[in-house]
Every structure is written in C-alpha cells, then in structure tokens.
C-alpha cells in the first residue's frame, strides 16, 4: 500500500508518516518499482500502535523504545504518565480558579486583572510578611474578592496573616459568609477553627446561621468560639455553651460577661441565674471550676446574685467563700444595692 493509501486510511499525515520513516520508526517494508514507499499490513499494524501509544502522551523516542525494547517496563512508564498528567491537571485547575477569581472581581480593563494577579501571587508566597502585605495593602481602585479571601482565610496557619485576612473579609462585602461557611463542613478540625474565627466576625443575619449551626459541632474551640460570638450578638441559645465555658475556660471571663449582659433580659435571668447555681452545687469537687462560676454569679445586673454569694461566703472551700465575701463587699458598694 503506497503512502497516499496508507495516510487516508490511519488518518496519519504523508509527512508524518515521512518523519516516522526518517526517525526509523515505522520504515515501510519495501518499495515500488518507481521508488515509492510501500507499507506492508505488519507496517500499518505498527503505524496503529504509535499512534495509540502517542495519544497517552509518549513522545516519539519513548514510543521506539516500548516497540523495540522487549525489556521496556509498561508498568514503570504508565505510572511516570499517570504523574505528569495528573501534575498538569493540578495547574490547569490552578489556571482555571484563578481565572474565575479574576473574572468574580469584574476588574474595568487590563489594569485591573493585572492587580488580581498581583494580589494572588501575594497571597501565594511563602513569606507570611509578603502574604500580609498583600492583605493590608491592597490596590485602591481594585476590590478584593470575597472568595479569594475566604480561600485564603480557610488555609492560613499563621495567625498574623489570618487575623488580616479576616479583617479584610469582613470589609470585602459580597458573599463571603457563603464562601467561607464552605470550611465548616470539613473534616481538619484546624480549618473548621478558621472558619468559625472569620464568620464570628461578620456581620448579619446570614453569619449568625452559621454560628447557631457550630454550637452542635464536635470540637470544643469550634464551640467555644460559636458561643462568645452569638453572646455578643444577644442570641440566647449560646446560654448553655457559655455556661459550659465559664466552666471549663479559657475565656471564662469573656463568657461570665456575656451571661451577665444576657441576664439584662427578665426573660432569662432566672434561667441563667438557676444554671449557675446548679452547677455550683454539683460541682462539689470541682474547685477550680466552682470558683469561676461563683465569680461568674458577680456579673449578675443589679442584686440578683446577691443572696446566692452571701450563702457562699459560708461554702466548705475556703478559695470560694473568700471570693463570694470579696464579691458581697463590691455589690453592696453598687448605687442599686438593695441590702
């Protein structure tokens, strides 16, 4: 079969059939009278089987040598393959996330996107000092885009550039709760942390969703940290996770003031009054614990906590009734003290 047959039926060129020949290749077997090329079945059997091997992205040399080599590992090539393409992969994805975070900032022309992508390479550096730079000090006339800054927040270990990255979120606008509510659902404890810090910090009612969903979560700085930020907003389903924090701490303090400001509310004084006192009495082995509570029952509005700490000064632990007769003094001493 001449080489013009040969083209139109493997649907290779005549020039790369040519280049083959001259690579030594795919030789034809044998030749016409007048000089042409001519291809044998066993020819065109191997121009099929470059041509498979050259749609797994073998290059023409590593093709020769899995035809000729018959000790030529398939496997140790298919698994080298395998790398690269899933290498090349990752930075078509990277290319295509880029341009989507480029395109959600509808820059006004070229010297916009050439901002983005200052920004993105800042944010991409391995220097926690140039990644806090390109937080800070962003182009004035260049909005950051929330999802590129809540993907950053969700992976930021370092909690100089995360505390910069959060501050930015929550002056970008846009749907960043959205975007980094996303990192509540994973399983890395520590990226649920950095979520939870950066939606305590935003605003409305959206963000506050959030928040009540993580009073139910696993870990207890997730938790924790739900609680204080609904405290602060006023919602008083964060009551029992503050309670639990006064118990347990860290940020005893910050969650016994909470309770107090809650207890505002005549709804939910009793309540949380009732929980103190409660807990209080159960803990009876629990020292350190039940001196934070009976320091908790001081940020109390008005009198309320009053007679509760004047039974304490007369508690079994000694640390406890001191505290409670320091307590009594401060109460007592207050413009709205009913004694």
Do not use: C
Not at 57 to 63: A, C, D, E, F
Not at 308 to 334: F, K, P
């Amino acid at each position: 079969m001449l080489i013009g047959e040969v083209a139109r039926r493997s649907g290779v060129s005549a020039r790369m059939l040519r280049h083959y020949d001259s690579l030594g290749l795919v030789r034809p077997t044998g030749r016409t009278v007048g000089g042409y090329r001519e291809y044998s079945p066993e020819d065109i059997r191997r121009i099929l089987h470059v041509e498979g091997l050259r749609s797994l992205g073998l290059s023409l040399s590593q093709i020769g040598r899995a035809l000729d080599d018959s000790g030529f590992s398939a496997s140790a090539l298919v698994g080298d393959l395998i790398r690269k393409t899933e290498e090349r992969l990752n930075r078509e994805r990277e290319l295509l996330e880029r341009l989507r975070t480029v395109d959600a900032a509808e820059p006004s022309g070229w010297h916009g996107v050439l901002r983005i992508i200052e920004l993105l390479h800042g944010l991409g550096s391995e220097s926690a000092a140039r990644r806090q730079q390109a937080v800070l000090a962003p182009a004035e006339d260049v909005s950051m885009p929330a999802e590129l800054l809540a993907e950053a927040v969700l992976t930021e270990s370092d909690p100089n550039v995360a505390g910069a990255l959060r501050w930015a979120l929550a002056r970008a606008g846009g749907d960043g709760v959205a975007s980094v509510a996303s990192g509540m659902g994973s399983a890395d404890v520590d990226v649920r942390r950095r979520a939870i810090l950066a939606i305590a910090e935003l605003p409305g009612s959206e963000a506050t969703a959030v928040l009540t969903d993580a009073l139910g979560d696993a870990d207890a700085t997730v938790r924790r940290t739900a609680a204080l930020a609904l405290g602060a907003r006023g919602v008083t389903q964060a009551v029992p996770a503050l309670l639990g924090t006064v118990i347990e701490g860290p940020n005893d303090v910050e969650a016994a003031e909470l309770l107090g400001t809650l207890a505002r509310d005549a709804s939910w004084a009793d309540r949380i009054m009732s929980a103190l006192v409660d807990e209080l009495t159960e803990r009876t082995a629990d020292s350190a614990a039940r001196i934070r509570l009976t320091q908790a029952l001081a940020e109390m509005p008005g009198t309320i906590a009053l007679d509760t700490l004047r039974q304490l000064t007369h508690d079994d632990d000694r640390a406890v009734a001191l505290i409670a007769s320091t307590l009594v003094e401060r109460i007592e001493e207050r413009p709205d003290s009913e004694t």
